[in-house]
Nanobody, 110 residues
Framework: QVQLVESGGGLVQAGGSLRLSCAAS???????TDWYRQAPGKQRVFVAEISSGGIPTYADFVKGRFTLSRDNAKNTVYLQMNSLKPEDSAVYYCRTQGTWGQGTQVTVSS
């Protein structure tokens, strides 16, 4: 079973940027990978997905601000987050092949 490790979270001011990484212990080639986020007291919600064919899909609330990419050689998916807003603050999780990572905290200050 593949294992996932997210990284790249942190504290940033509104309008700033962060790049999250989701590193897999095995090959991600041919699989879709999703990003979700969960704010305190709220349900985990879909943020973005990169399909097995490399096609990205985004939730409406991040379209135009977040960008997914994938490096198959490094078994890593990246989530570039620009123009961050305080409401983007959450723990961000990646998922592939039915496995979740442990999450990385993103905090956006106003």
């Amino acid at each position: 079973q593949v294992q996932l490790v997210e990284s790249g979270g942190g504290l940033v001011q509104a309008g700033g940027s962060l790049r999250l990484s989701c590193a897999a212990s095995g090959s991600i080639f041919g699989f879709s990978t999703d990003w979700y986020r969960q704010a305190p007291g709220k349900q985990r919600v879909f943020v973005a997905e990169i399909s097995s064919g490399g096609i990205p899909t985004y939730a409406d609330f991040v379209k135009g601000r977040f960008t997914l990419s994938r490096d198959n050689a490094k078994n890593t998916v990246y989530l570039q987050m620009n123009s961050l807003k305080p409401e983007d603050s959450a723990v961000y999780y990646c998922r592939t092949q039915g496995t979740w990572g442990q999450g990385t905290q993103v905090t956006v200050s106003s």
